[in-house]
């Protein structure tokens, strides 16, 4: 069974500061790994996608994966009050043809 | 916007009844999968469609069956309709031809209210 674990929180962060999103994955033979935004109502958006241990970065987002440990990150730098949404991480198996498993996701609040 | 489109955007349908839900996917994009996302949780994979033909398909009994066809547009179907079916239902679609870092894209949903 594949698992991917999120902290449901709330995590509350004040503007301007770092947000930090985690999640965990049981499948070794996992290969890309997606972070979505999903504000509620709304379908989820997608923010990055990783597939190479360490970090990629696009404007203020980070996605860091270490697969040794079967982890992988979000940081958001100077979270603004519209970064306020859940955020949910996915993992894809090589193949393709899973699908993606999605965790709960993450609800992020952003405090002005 | 992500070129996903899917209709109708809301519905509502007695238990067992049978509803379709369809989807246009992202011009270009070969492959088509559906995911169910109930209040509260992530979206869970029901299956996914290569070149009109069923290549995956997640924990979902086979009342929930689907089409792609040529145009690589797709369809969802769920036969007798239980009241636990209502839930945000999402389309997806990608480019499998490319390297297992593809994008995948999902339309704005189909919200089923089952009663």
């Known amino acids: 069974q594949k698992e991917v674990e999120q902290n449901s929180g709330p995590l509350s962060v004040p503007e301007g500061a770092i947000a930090s999103l985690n999640c965990t994955y049981s499948?070794?033979?996992?290969?890309?790994f997606f972070w979505y935004r999903q504000y509620s109502g709304k379908s989820p958006e997608l923010i990055m996608f990783?597939?190479?241990?360490g970090d990629k970065e696009d404007g203020r987002f980070t996605a860091q994966l270490n697969k040794a440990s079967q982890y992988v990150s979000l940081l958001i730098r100077d979270s603004q009050p519209s970064d306020s949404a859940t955020y949910l991480c996915?993992?894809?198996?090589?193949?393709?043809?899973?699908?993606?498993?999605f965790g709960k996701g993450t609800h992020l609040i952003i405090q002005p | 916007e992500t070129g996903v489109t899917q209709s109708p955007t809301h519905l509502i349908k007695t238990r067992g009844q049978q509803v379709t839900l369809r989807c246009s996917s992202q011009?270009?994009?070969?492959?088509v999968s559906w995911y169910q996302q109930a209040l509260g949780q992530g979206p869970q994979f029901i299956f996914q469609?290569?070149?009109?033909?069923?290549?995956g398909r997640g924990n979902f009994p086979p009342r929930f069956s689907g089409l792609q066809f040529p145009n690589y547009s797709s369809e969802l179907n769920v036969n007798a309709l239980e009241l636990d079916d209502s839930a945000l239902y999402l389309c997806?679609?990608?480019?499998?031809?490319?390297?297992?870092?593809?994008?995948?894209?999902f339309g704005e949903g189909s919200w089923l209210t089952v009663v």
């Open positions: 997806a679609s990608s480019d499998d031809r490319r390297r297992s870092g593809n994008t995948i894209y």
């Open positions: 499948d070794r033979g996992s290969q890309s």
């Open positions: 990783i597939y190479s241990n």
């Open positions: 996915a993992v894809r198996s090589g193949g393709g043809a899973d699908g993606l498993t």
């Open positions: 011009s270009g994009h070969n492959t």
């Open positions: 469609y290569y070149r009109e033909e069923e290549n």
